[in-house]
């Protein structure tokens, strides 16, 4: 059986009922709502068509931020609210692989099926690849000015630093292949205790990268407080205690005293409080939305990826 154009455009009557199942797909955990890369993610695995697929998902997003003036996460309102002739017309062409004007079934419950078998974090890597082609100039590779649109930082010092990590082969500029695995180590997660100390251990491999500036597999009390300062202003946070912060920090993960950080030793400590530490590329290259914004109470219990040490303690 084959579901035409013509027919598929009809759900525009009672869109309502599809627009919630639809947004189901989107909203695995059913948490009520899903950020707009999750969106780009899903819809990006429903179709494997090239550059025209890439300008759909473009107007997906475009037509959701237009329906959503408050800049948060999609609720299911929101996503109801989006559903209209032109978005069931541009949902159809992205499915409709071969520009047939019609769908097999079995057509259609194959794209739906590889949306399903995806975690929301597999969703933003989709999205973050889209990124990716969208800011390069070339196919294959970005350039640090073009690795700047994609990183959302204040700070030029964390995107450089992001930059250069990636950066494996030292060709100033960074490959697709070295972007993806780079930060796809990075969202990973699992309950396996053996997958998750491997995890975790990737993860505190990086952050110790980027605190260890001049690349000598060892962290200096100057790159502490440089890193921790950087980090304080990246925040919006006040540094006048940066240099009591950061020594106190540094004194404590510098178990053998010799005054410079391995990654043993910071392995050895920060392993014990890693669950606390925001280490996921969400937050540095996604856009960050208009949410409440959180006391100063709660900004000091939350570790953060650029503080590494609760100031509460």
Known sequence: KEIKKKKFLKLNRDKHEFGVHFFRLFDGNDSGDVSLEEVAGGLNKLSNQGEAKAKTIKWFMDRFKK??????????????????????????????????????????????????????????????????????????????????????????????????????????????????????????????????????????????????????????????????EMGLIESNLDISDVETISDTLFDTVDVDGNNSISFSEFYMTMKMVIDNLEINPKGWVLPSRSRQKPSAVEKRKKYRLRLCVDTTA
């Open 67 to 228: 329906c959503n003036s408050s800049g948060e996460d999609i609720t299911e309102q929101v996503f109801l609210e989006s559903i209209n002739q032109e978005f069931l017309s541009r949902l159809f062409d992205l499915i409709d692989i071969d520009h047939s004007g019609s769908v097999s079934l079995v057509e259609f419950q194959r794209s739906v099926n590889r949306m399903l078998m995806m975690g929301s974090e597999e969703k933003v890597l989709l999205y973050l690849e889209n990124k990716f082609h969208e800011c390069s100039s070339d196919t294959d590779k970005i350039t640090f000015k073009e690795f700047s649109k994609v990183i959302h930082n204040k700070q030029e010092y964390f995107t450089r630093r992001m930059f250069e990590i990636c950066d494996r082969d030292n060709s100033q500029t960074i490959s697709l292949h070295e972007f993806t695995d780079t930060l796809g180590k990075l969202m990973r997660t699992s309950k396996n205790p053996e997958e998750k100390e491997k995890i975790d251990r990737d993860k505190l491999r990086f952050l110790f990268r980027v605190y260890d500036e001049d690349n000598n597999d060892e962290i200096s009390r100057e790159e502490m407080r440089k890193c921790m």
